[in-house]
């Protein structure tokens, strides 16, 4: 899903799976001018979304976590934009 900060484009893509684990970091990509460059890995298990939200001028970014192979019961995060990167 995109979305913009202060003028910059970016870009999140929960990874789910990799063939054999679901313990992966999904990821923010920033776009530089020409291309998407990584810019922020998120920790995830079974990372099924990244959704990015505003509430009174303040970002955030929801990473939902969906299975870990064994569980469905997984916290997912609610983490806010610092003004640098999503914490």
Do not use: M
Request: glycine content about 8%.
């Amino acid at each position: 899903e995109h979305f913009v900060i202060d003028g910059t484009l970016y870009l999140a893509v929960a990874y789910y799976y990799d063939g054999s684990t679901r313990l992966l970091n999904s990821q923010v990509f920033k776009w530089n001018g020409t291309k998407f460059v990584s810019f922020q890995l998120i920790p995830t298990i079974g990372g099924h979304s990244l959704k990015p939200f505003v509430i009174d001028d303040t970002h955030y970014l929801v990473a939902a976590n969906h299975y870990s192979g064994t569980t469905y019961l997984l916290n997912s995060q609610v983490l806010e934009w610092n003004g640098a990167c999503f914490v």
